[in-house]
Structures are given as structure tokens and as C-alpha cells.
């Protein structure tokens, strides 16, 4: 999502809110005992929405931390069976005077990920970290998945944008003899 406040003056301090309509899609056709609804179309009709108001405040030059290489580059695409291992470290650099104390990780179904503590990277920089995070899918788990990372600083900034990575976790497969 991007805000473009072009023709608008702020000051440190100033806030605002902008609000923003959540609507959720089908994915399937929807049926209800046996009966399919015809005004439902997959990803075209709405089946609710929701407004919510983002609330923002003007903090002045706030350098916030990023994600750095080696980190895998935004919205890379792994294929993980189910019983592997999905693995990857996470980079952060905090700005000069800062450190890394937290990262997050979300994923779209709300479950939590496996992480290491945050470690240091001084082989890349001083104020540089990274934590390790892995994911091994279950069979209940095929499909799609997002999952995201962000890092936060001693000052609670975090990450402007997160960083993620689409998995699709497929079945093996294996043929019954």
C-alpha cells in the first residue's frame, strides 16, 4: 500500500487518519446445502468489508531499520513438500546509534514460526543482525502461504516495508504399489 500526501503540508507532530475498506472474496463457488448462491462469483463478488481507520503520526526523520542482503530479495517463491524444511535467515541493519531488538515473524494463517534468538552479523557490519527462522509443512498445510518478516530498534521503529516470502507447500506424491 502506498500513501501519496503530495499537495499536503505536515508537521512534526501532526496527525491523521486515512480510512481503508477491507473487503473479503470467495475463493469458491459457495454453497449452502447443496444449493450454490449464483451473486457469489469467486474473487469477484464481496462477501463483507470492513472499514478501518490507519492512524498516523508525523514523527519527523525517523531512520528506521531495514532488511539487508544476504537476506533472500521481497516476495521470493520457494516450493517446500510436506516433511521438509523451509529455512532462511533474516538481515537487519539498524541506523548509526541503533540496534536491532525484535524481529517479527507473520504468517497469513496467524500460526507462529520457528526462530532462533537475534544474532550478531559482524562479518557484514557492526550494527548488522540476523535470526534464523524455519518452517517444516504438514500435510494440512498444502497450499499457498505468505509469511513476513520485520525488524524493530531499541527506539520501537520498525521496518517501513515487510519482508516476504511466498511459499507453496505440495503433497509427495507417493503412488501406492
Same mark, same amino acid.
Given at each position: 500500500?502506498? $500513501? +501519496?500526501?503530495?499537495?499536503? !503540508?505536515?508537521?512534526?507532530?501532526?496527525?491523521?487518519?486515512? =480510512?481503508?475498506?477491507?473487503?473479503?472474496?470467495?475463493?469458491? @463457488?459457495?454453497?449452502?446445502?447443496? *444449493?450454490?448462491?449464483?451473486?457469489?462469483? =469467486?474473487?469477484?463478488?464481496? /462477501?463483507? +468489508?470492513?472499514?478501518?481507520?490507519? !492512524?498516523?503520526? $508525523?514523527?519527523?526523520?525517523?531512520?528506521?531499520?531495514?532488511? $539487508?542482503?544476504?537476506?533472500?530479495?521481497?516476495?521470493?517463491? !520457494?516450493?517446500?513438500?510436506?516433511?521438509?524444511?523451509?529455512? #532462511?535467515? #533474516?538481515?537487519?541493519? %539498524?541506523?548509526?546509534?541503533?540496534?536491532? +531488538? +525484535?524481529?517479527?515473524? /507473520?504468517?497469513?494463517?496467524?500460526?507462529?514460526? @520457528?526462530? *532462533?534468538?537475534?544474532?550478531? %552479523? =559482524?562479518?557484514?557490519?557492526?550494527?548488522?543482525?540476523?535470526?534464523?527462522?524455519?518452517?517444516? =509443512?504438514?500435510?494440512?498445510?498444502?497450499?499457498?502461504?505468505? &509469511?513476513?518478516?520485520?525488524?524493530?530498534? @531499541?527506539?520501537?521503529?520498525?521496518? #517501513?516495508? &515487510?519482508?516476504?516470502?511466498?511459499?507453496?507447500?505440495?503433497?509427495?506424491?507417493? &503412488?501406492? /504399489?
Amino acid at each position: 500500500m502506498k $500513501i +501519496r500526501a503530495n499537495q499536503s !503540508y505536515f508537521h512534526e507532530s501532526d496527525t491523521f487518519g486515512i =480510512p481503508i475498506t477491507v473487503k473479503d472474496y470467495s475463493k469458491y @463457488n459457495i454453497t449452502i446445502q447443496g *444449493t450454490a448462491l449464483l451473486l457469489q462469483i =469467486p474473487y469477484i463478488s464481496v /462477501l463483507g +468489508r470492513v472499514v478501518v481507520m490507519m !492512524y498516523f503520526k $508525523i514523527t519527523g526523520k525517523t531512520d528506521p531499520p531495514e532488511i $539487508i542482503p544476504p537476506t533472500p530479495s521481497n516476495n521470493q517463491e !520457494y516450493t517446500i513438500y510436506v516433511g521438509g524444511d523451509f529455512h #532462511v535467515n #533474516v538481515y537487519a541493519k %539498524a541506523s548509526a546509534g541503533k540496534h536491532i +531488538r +525484535r524481529f517479527d515473524f /507473520l504468517r497469513r494463517d496467524g500460526k507462529p514460526v @520457528n526462530h *532462533t534468538g537475534i544474532q550478531p %552479523a =559482524p562479518n557484514i557490519s557492526s550494527n548488522v543482525v540476523f535470526i534464523s527462522m524455519s518452517w517444516s =509443512p504438514t500435510e494440512v498445510e498444502k497450499g499457498h502461504h505468505i &509469511l513476513c518478516a520485520n525488524a524493530e530498534d @531499541n527506539e520501537g521503529r520498525m521496518t #517501513v516495508d &515487510l519482508h516476504c516470502f511466498r511459499i507453496l507447500v505440495k503433497g509427495l506424491g507417493i &503412488l501406492k /504399489l
